[in-house]
């Protein structure tokens, strides 16, 4: 039997983990420091073959050498979120006290499951919540839980729907959610066992936007059918146009026809700290059920969003009760444990993050970070309208921008080979990275910009390169 004490982290492991945190804070110091451009640019099959050829049964020999193997594989190589010529995806630079925050949860590993594994963990993490639903308007009876992303608190908000429909016969029911709705509510749909007609697409108008008058259509077809609408999906943000539905006049309809009304705000949910663009929100206030990614667009590590419902009654439809974990006569006063509100068990202390990052810098920041963002959208959009070279998509609602390199006289599926291989261009010089979809069945570069430290002249970089790129692969293609 081995000597050595366990690594693990005690009262008798101070002085080694101090050591450890410290080496790593000074490896991603440096990182952060001499960070060029937000890619490398290493080939995929490079980086597989690297890490294909670890021994995992072969441990090294000291911290510093694992912390070494680790800035080859990974930190070298890393997409860099901060660096303000990623206008990717919705990753956003994550803020300083969430970061301190998450070396606190991460070293005393609270669960959040229940009360005797977290203690006050519990009460941050519901006072975060009804802060949240108050900066909605949700009302007094709102609750909620966090989870680990938009895709689950979608899930929890259409299974709590289900459960409010009654014992319906699962085949009957329906889902209304926009032509540019998030995919998570289809794979929703599948996971909670209901048809494979379930999800009804609602048209949009030109700005993206969900229309209330082909889903008034669309609820009285059903109701003609015979069939059950269990949820109307409206979007604040979706993820290529960040479009924002109508959600006041989405929510009148929905409330007309007894049909509850969820809202994914995973996106645009940070718009409740906004003290210049708060009013795109108007309306959700309505929702029965609401997602928001702190992730996006409250500059959180991943992952932290919520589910909100308004009546907290309706959240136990998730509960399940174990004696052995959360019995169904315990006080809750006494043990108020949030499990009874989550689809997880064991759960890690999301909240710290966002509790460390409002009392440091507070809500209004946030917001005018967020508003820094939303009027660089604009700028952008207005730059590549005046732009001979790129056809706009849509102008801007929120902070993405969608664009299509394009020529007259050039066919579209030429055009679409030639933006594809743009941007794989610029991802492997990783001097900037973009993101790509397809409107109308055309291939379109995306940009999502989340990143205040981000300029114009920095898009304009960014831009400039796709234009040689594509001009370069036209000219191959010619």
Request: proline letters at 4%.
């Amino acid at each position: 039997m081995s000597s050595q004490p366990a690594p693990l982290l005690d009262g008798t492991a101070a002085t080694a983990y101090a050591a450890a945190i410290t080496a790593a804070r000074d490896e991603v110091v440096t990182r952060l420091q001499t960070v060029e451009r937000p890619f490398t640019g290493v080939a995929a099959a490079e980086l597989r073959k690297r890490i294909a050829d670890v021994d995992l049964d072969a441990p090294l020999s000291s911290s510093a050498a694992v912390l070494a193997e680790v800035g080859e594989l990974y930190l070298h190589d890393a997409v860099w979120f901060h660096h303000p010529r990623y206008l990717a995806h919705l990753n956003c630079p994550v803020a300083v006290p969430a970061v301190a925050a998450d070396v606190l949860a991460s070293a005393v590993n609270s669960s959040l499951d229940t009360w005797d594994q977290s203690a006050g963990a519990t009460y941050i993490e519901r006072r975060l919540v009804g802060w949240t639903a108050a900066r909605l308007g949700l009302g007094d009876r709102a609750d909620g839980v966090f989870t680990s992303g938009g895709s689950q608190s979608n899930l929890q908000a259409l299974l709590i729907a289900r459960e409010n429909a009654g014992g319906t016969d699962l085949s009957r029911l329906r889902v209304l959610v926009s032509a540019d709705g998030h995919f998570s509510v289809a794979k929703s749909a599948r996971l909670l066992g209901l048809g494979p007609d379930a999800v009804v697409e609602v048209a949009v108008d030109e700005g993206h936007r969900m229309r209330p008058d082909d889903l008034e259509r669309r609820l009285l077809d059903l109701r003609a059918y015979g069939l059950v609408p269990m949820a109307v999906v409206a979007t604040a943000g979706t993820t290529d146009f960040g479009a924002i539905d109508p959600l006041a006049d989405v929510a009148a309809v929905a409330h007309r026809h007894a049909t509850w009304l969820h809202v994914d705000a995973a996106y645009g949910g940070g718009l409740l700290t906004s003290t210049r663009h708060r009013d795109l929100l108007a309306g959700i206030e309505a929702a029965d059920s609401v997602t928001v990614d702190y992730h996006k667009t409250f500059f959180q590590p991943v992952a932290s969003s919520v589910v909100l419902v308004r009546d907290a009654v309706t959240l136990r439809h998730v509960a399940w009760h174990a004696d052995y974990l959360n019995p169904a006569d315990a006080d809750p006063d006494d043990r108020p444990n949030q499990v009874d509100k989550s689809l997880q068990t064991t759960r890690r202390f999301d909240a710290l993050k966002l509790w460390c990052t409002l009392r440091e810098l507070g809500p209004d920041r946030i917001g005018a970070m967020l508003d820094t963002v939303v009027d660089l959208a604009t700028a952008t959009g207005e730059l590549l309208a005046d732009d001979p070279d790129f056809a706009l998509a849509a102008v801007p609602s929120l902070s993405t921008v969608v664009f299509r390199y394009t020529r007259d006289g050039v066919p579209d599926a030429v055009l679409d080979d030639v933006n594809t291989a743009a941007r794989a261009a610029l991802l492997a010089s990783g001097e900037g990275v973009v993101a790509s979809t397809t409107v109308a069945g055309r291939v379109h570069l995306k940009v999502t910009l989340l990143n205040p430290a981000t300029s114009l002249d920095d898009v304009r970089f960014v831009v400039d390169r796709l234009r040689e790129y594509a001009a370069d692969e036209l000219a191959v293609a010619a």
